[in-house]
C-alpha cells in the first residue's frame, strides 16, 4: 500500500489544479514500514509537459538530483515516482510501466520503485516495481489522508510549478508520461544498457555537487 500523508496529498492535489490540462510529475520522499510505503513530502522537478506527457531533459534531472543531495539524501530517499494523467483515467500505460522499471534498477541499494498516477478527480493508482532480491510488479492499494491545503504548503507548491513549461500541443516522440529526455531517451519502445548508465551517472553526479 502507498500511504500519502497530508503535507503530500496536499501537494499533489495542488500541482494536478494548478495546470488541470497539463501532465505534471514528481518524486516523493517515502519510507518503507510494516508493508506499508509513506510518502511524506514530494518535489516537483524542472519540467516540460503537454496534455499527454511529461519531460524532465537531462540538465533539469541534474539539477532536481542536486536539491536532494543538499537536503542529504538521496534517489532512494524519494522511492516514488508520481504523474498525473489530467482528465483521463490512471491506469500507467505501457512507457509509464517502462520508467517505472528504469527508476528500480537505478537505485540498486534499494532495489525498488513505486508508481503513483492520479486524475483531476482525485482518483489514484498505485503499483511497485522490484528489482531485488528478486523481480515483482504488483499493483498498490493507495490511501490519500486529508487534502485540505494549508498557506504554506500552497506557496511551497505554487513556487515548484513555476518551474513546469506548457509545452501543449507537441507531443515528443515516444513520450507519454515519461522521464523521457536525454537522461532517460525512450526510443521505439526500448530501454537499454546505455539508457540506465546514463541514468546513474546523472544521478552520481547530483549527488557529489549536492556535497
Not at 488541470?20 to 514528481?26: D, I, K
Not at 505501457?94 to 520503485?113: I, K, M
Not at 513520450?175 to 521505439?188: D, V
Request: proline content about 5%.
Amino acid at each position: 500500500m502507498i500511504v500519502l500523508r497530508q503535507k503530500a496529498a496536499q501537494m499533489i492535489r495542488l500541482a494536478v489544479k494548478a495546470e488541470p490540462t497539463l501532465e505534471v510529475s514528481g518524486f516523493g520522499k517515502a519510507h518503507l514500514e510494516d508493508g506499508k510505503i509513506t510518502v511524506t513530502d514530494i518535489i516537483i522537478p524542472p519540467q516540460e509537459g503537454g496534455g499527454a506527457y511529461t519531460d524532465i531533459e537531462k540538465g533539469n534531472l541534474r539539477t532536481t538530483l542536486i536539491e536532494i543531495a543538499r537536503k542529504g539524501h538521496t534517489l532512494s530517499d524519494y522511492p516514488v515516482w508520481w504523474h498525473s494523467h489530467c482528465g483521463m483515467t490512471t491506469h500507467p500505460s505501457r512507457q509509464d510501466d517502462d520508467t517505472l522499471e528504469l527508476l528500480a534498477e537505478s537505485v540498486p541499494d534499494l532495489g525498488w520503485f513505486a508508481g503513483l498516477v492520479t486524475n483531476l478527480r482525485g482518483e489514484y493508482y498505485g503499483w511497485i516495481d522490484v528489482e531485488h532480491p528478486v523481480g515483482l510488479f504488483a499493483e498498490l492499494d493507495v490511501e490519500a489522508k486529508g487534502t485540505f491545503a494549508s498557506h504554506g504548503v500552497a506557496t511551497q507548491v505554487k513556487q515548484m510549478m513555476k518551474r513546469v513549461i506548457d509545452k501543449s500541443p507537441v507531443t515528443p516522440k515516444g513520450a507519454y508520461p515519461s522521464l523521457r529526455g536525454q537522461a532517460l531517451p525512450y526510443e521505439y519502445g526500448v530501454w537499454n544498457a546505455e539508457d540506465l548508465a546514463s541514468f546513474r551517472k546523472i544521478a552520481e553526479e547530483g549527488e557529489e555537487r549536492g556535497r
